[in-house]
């Protein structure tokens, strides 16, 4: 049953503390990011922060989603800009490229690096499911253009949009190992051979 919250208003900018809780969990994971270690990043109180977030999972639970629809989106974008699956991929490998280096913000991709050691079943589990639903989504659009000739009638849709995640993926972690933005952009050409016709 929820009650009421009594007392003062909220003394803090909600939108910027959830932004400050995900620098948080992106630069150090789910799991290795305390309730204290919210608490001094969002300059709240942890009573501030349960009455305005309610626990630590479902704090990253919003969390994700703004970063899904933020610093994330990329990857969607990348998809309604491109009339193919090929140029989708391409267009979001690249500019993954400059978003897991770009220095205003952790390295990598927060559903990738948050993931890392987990053993909150829930959350791991979460974001395993949005990873597998992005790689659906590839394939979906591979086979649409399977259908319609754009991609020859033997390409392994499943395969091809395995691929792709498994890029996107490494270059997260390429990225907070250090690597350049120029050489993940390399490999994101590099990747695309392996498409048919790929050159």
Known sequence: MTTKQRGRPRSFDRPTALEQATMAFWENGYETTSVSDLTRVMGISAPSLYAAFGDK???FEEV??????????FGADAFAREGTARGGVRRMLVEAAGHYTDPAHPPGCLMISAAINCSTPEVADALRDRRNANIARIEERIRRDVEVGELPADTDARALARLSGAVLQGMSQQARDGAPRQELELLAELAMRAWPGGE
């Open 57 to 59: 999972k479902t704090l």
């Open 64 to 73: 994700v989603e703004e970063y899904a629809k933020s610093h994330g989106a």
